[in-house]
């Protein structure tokens, strides 16, 4: 099994940034790509961004492209998202998830292993 526990969330005015982090414990070696995917209340869970470990190819929602920036730690099995210039529509519940697929998905459907979540809270 895999475990993935995020951490960094938190509340910040809007402009501000925040560095979110997931670290991957357990049978890491299935994983092939990673996902941030985030929930507001009352809404249904969004794609945010995605990497895949091996070459480090990202693909990113266009509502956050130009601000937020997913990278990964190979040796440290972790991946972050860097969030600037945030919004209040940023406010969310961020989940960091595990793909054994090659490719990069943006349906979480397509995830195998989930963290925690970890709450954002931007404000206006």
């Known amino acids: 099994q895999v475990q993935l526990v995020e951490s960094g969330g938190g509340s910040v005015q809007a402009g501000g940034s925040l560095r979110l982090s997931c670290a991957a414990s357990?049978?890491?070696?299935?994983?092939?790509?990673m996902g941030w995917f985030r929930q507001a209340s009352g809404k249904e869970r969004e794609f945010v961004a995605a990497?895949?470990?091996?070459?480090?190819?990202?693909s990113y929602a266009d509502s956050v492209k130009g601000r937020f920036t997913i990278s990964r730690d190979n040796a440290k099995n972790a991946v972050y998202l860097q969030m600037n210039s945030l919004k209040p529509e940023d406010t969310a519940v961020y989940y960091c998830?595990?793909?054994?697929?090659?490719?990069?998905?943006?349906?979480?459907?397509?995830?195998?292993?989930w963290g925690q979540g970890t709450r954002v809270t931007v404000s206006s």
């Open positions: 998830a595990g793909t054994r697929r090659y490719y990069i998905s943006r349906a979480g459907s397509e995830y195998d292993y």
């Open positions: 357990g049978r890491t070696f299935s994983i092939r790509a």
């Open positions: 990497i895949v470990w091996s070459d480090g190819t990202t």
